[in-house]
């Protein structure tokens, strides 16, 4: 049997923290900042994990 190769796109997307949550980018960071507002974008700024469900989707898909 072949190995089983990992989804890259997710690679690259996703962080495996050591308590097993699963790290995530958030939206609207690129550029263009100045018309949101300083709660959003403070909001923004902390950490974001997914859910149980998704997190255990992702998992299969990088290991």
């Known amino acids: 049997m072949p190995k089983m190769k990992s989804v890259k796109a997710?690679?690259?997307?996703?962080r495996v923290k050591k308590s097993g949550k699963v790290k995530?980018?958030?939206a609207f960071?690129?550029?263009i900042l100045t018309k949101q507002d300083a709660a959003t974008r403070r909001e923004q700024n902390s950490p974001k994990y997914l859910?149980?469900?998704d997190a255990a989707n992702v998992k299969e898909m990088i290991v």
Do not use: D, I
Not at 10 to 14: D, L, N, P, S
């Open 51 to 53: 859910s149980k469900t």
């Open 29 to 31: 960071r690129s550029h």
């Open 24 to 26: 995530r980018g958030t």
């Open 10 to 14: 997710a690679v690259k997307r996703f």
